[in-house]
T-cell receptor, first 115, second 114 residues
Framework: AQSVTQLDSHVSVSEGTPVLLRCNYSSSYSPSLFWYVQHPNKGLQLLLKYTSAATLVKGINGFEAEFKKSETSFHLTKPSAHMSDAAEYFCVVSALDTGRRALTFGSGTRLQVQP | SAVISQKPSRDICQRGTSLTIQCQVDSQVTMMFWYRQQPGQSLTLIATANQGSEATYESGFVIDKFPISRPNLTFSTLTVSNLSPEDSSIYLC???????????FGPGTRLLVL
């Protein structure tokens, strides 16, 4: 079984300040981890993914995430927030489960960026 | 990656009717999936659409309510039957090329049931 916990339902930052969106996971198997972003009235866009290569993963739009197995965490960061980053972010775990890959979504974190 | 389109993008339906949603992928993919996103919620997997065979449904979802077709490697449909206001959600299609690991999502279909 696997699960994902996004520790903050809402995060508000000022434009130009760092972003930290927290995610913890649990999985019985070696997981792959993803961050997706959903802008208002849009579908989901893949930001980045971890699949057992480098633990620090760089994604699009300046985002990156670090896989920490000891802490079972996969937090998403960005050095400097932009107004266009305002959206809903989902942390997702993928692991083999009963012979198939299953995706489990976190509950989402809504990022607000203040001018 | 894969580019996925869905039709319709939104619809308003009367209770008791059905809505069929189409999902088209721009390249052949191994896996296709259907998700539901209820208002203000995260995504829940409805089923895996299997090419040439019956879909695999997740717990809480049944074929009579959510019949799915996948006639080829690039196309799938989801029907939401006997609609009730509780079915008002966003329905998203996704696809993956190998092993279902990285999934690419369509823009979603916004359904409102009156």
């Amino acid at each position: 079984a696997q699960s994902v916990t996004q520790l903050d339902s809402h995060v508000s930052v000022s434009e130009g300040t760092p972003v930290l969106l927290r995610c913890n996971y649990s999985s019985s198997y070696s997981p792959s981890l993803f961050w997706y972003v959903q802008h208002p009235n849009k579908g989901l866009q893949l930001l980045l993914k971890y699949t057992s290569a480098a633990t620090l993963v760089k994604g699009i739009n300046g985002f990156e995430a670090e896989f920490k197995k000891s802490e079972t965490s996969f937090h998403l960061t960005k050095p400097s927030a932009h107004m266009s980053d305002a959206a809903e972010y989902f942390c997702v775990v993928s692991a083999l489960d009963t012979g198939r890959r299953a995706l489990t979504f976190g509950s989402g974190t809504r990022l607000q960026v203040q001018p | 990656s894969a580019v996925i389109s869905q039709k319709p993008s939104r619809d308003i339906c009367q209770r008791g009717t059905s809505l069929t949603i189409q999902c088209q992928v721009d390249s052949q993919v191994t896996m296709m999936f259907w998700y539901r996103q209820q208002p203000g919620q995260s995504l829940t997997l409805i089923a895996t659409a299997n090419q040439g065979s019956e879909a695999t449904y997740e717990s809480g979802f049944v074929i009579d309510k959510f019949p799915i077709s996948r006639p080829n490697l690039t196309f799938s449909t989801l029907t939401v039957s006997n609609l009730s206001p509780e079915d008002s959600s966003i329905y998203l299609c996704s696809a993956a090329k190998t092993g279902g690991e990285t999934q690419y999502f369509g823009p979603g279909t916004r359904l409102l049931v009156l």
